[in-house]
């Protein structure tokens, strides 16, 4: 299997090397560039003299050239494979994980997050404290300029985390902080974990039964907003926000001004049903946006489909009959436009 593009009526071979090439290994696209530039796909196959190891390699084609990606400032050809993460917009950071040591401060055996730029590896995963310790990383995302990235892991790297739960962590600057911290508490279980983020990454939500604010009285899981270095409760209502119901994360405009979620609990007064809903939460204020022109209360949950960048169109299926044009009790797929 090889990777080809195919541009102004022309095929070209992308998974193509300084050298070899041609061997019984196949290549995997990964990601591109926004405008389809530089290229990255993963494969075994030794494709630059530099790369002589047989483990899976990460690989950036561009015009003709081919380079390896998934190499160190030390090491980079031992017995691990390297896994592609991210890309930013104009495919200048990349983004990867390996448990092989590619930095001199690494040195433990176990799993980290790598950006390789301008021919420079640098450990993200890193910590104000700790960092080598015996536990994987996991990338979660990047802005889409690549300067902030997002990733979760049990070590404490910043001396406010005490617990031994899962945390998310922000690094941008070559600074880390801990994005899962509250106003209140923030190292007792369970984990709290990223569901999202807006395309800045200014923005990150995450999803934890813990209780991060003061008006948080329930044990179960809630949607969390971590901006400007303050936590704020996304799930929460009009009226209600505290009972004996989860919510979960389901989508956010680019900018995340808009959050989406779904759960049980009734947020708002015109929500009199027990069944699943989708909410908005904008401004301070919490929208229930599943509701129909003929009905909304009735026994059928709802599940979300996707929104639209701005995120003022929201896609959603129900078996509920919300227009007086449907007649039947199939699932069918609705629109909610939000204004302004």
Request: aromatic letters at 12%; zero cysteines.
């Amino acid at each position: 299997r090889d990777i080809y593009q195919r541009s102004g009526g022309v095929t070209t071979r992308l998974s193509a090397g300084a050298i070899n090439g041609n061997g019984a290994f196949a290549a995997t696209f990964m990601g591109a560039s926004a405008n389809g530039g530089k290229v990255f796909f993963v494969t075994n196959e030794r494709l630059v003299a530099g790369d002589t190891d047989s483990s899976a390699d990460l690989y950036q084609r561009s015009g003709t050239t081919t380079k390896r990606v998934s190499a160190g400032a030390i090491n980079g050809n031992g017995a691990f494979d390297a896994v592609f993460t991210g890309v930013s917009a104009d495919g200048g950071k990349v983004f990867f994980t390996t448990d092989e040591r590619l930095v001199a401060a690494d040195t433990d055996a176990f799993k980290d997050v790598y950006q390789r730029s301008g021919g420079t590896t640098t450990r993200i995963s890193a910590g104000a404290i700790n960092g080598n310790g015996a536990f994987d990383v996991s990338f979660a995302t990047a802005s889409a300029d690549g300067s902030v990235v997002i990733f979760g892991t049990f070590e404490q790297l910043v001396a406010g985390d005490t617990d031994t739960w899962w945390d998310e962590y922000q690094r941008s600057g070559g600074v880390t902080t801990r994005v899962t911290s509250g106003a209140i508490n923030g190292n007792g279980p369970p984990g709290a974990y990223f569901n999202g983020a807006s395309a800045n990454a200014s923005r990150v939500f995450f999803e934890t039964a813990e209780q991060l604010v003061a008006a948080d009285a329930d044990t179960k899981r809630d949607i969390y907003e971590r901006s400007g270095g303050a936590t704020t409760r996304i799930s929460a209502g009009a009226i209600n926000g505290s009972g004996a119901y989860d919510a979960t994360f389901v989508g956010a405009s680019a900018d995340g001004t808009r959050v989406f979620f779904e759960t049980d609990e009734q947020l708002v007064a015109t929500d009199t049903d027990s069944t699943r809903d989708i909410y908005e939460r904008s401004g301070g204020v919490t929208t229930r946006i599943s509701y129909g022109a003929t009905n909304g209360n009735g026994a059928f949950p709802v599940d979300f489909w996707d929104t639209t960048p701005d995120g003022r169109f929201v896609f959603f299926v129900s078996s509920e009959q919300l227009v007086t044009s449907d007649t039947d009790a199939k699932q069918d797929v609705y629109v909610s436009f939000i204004y302004p």
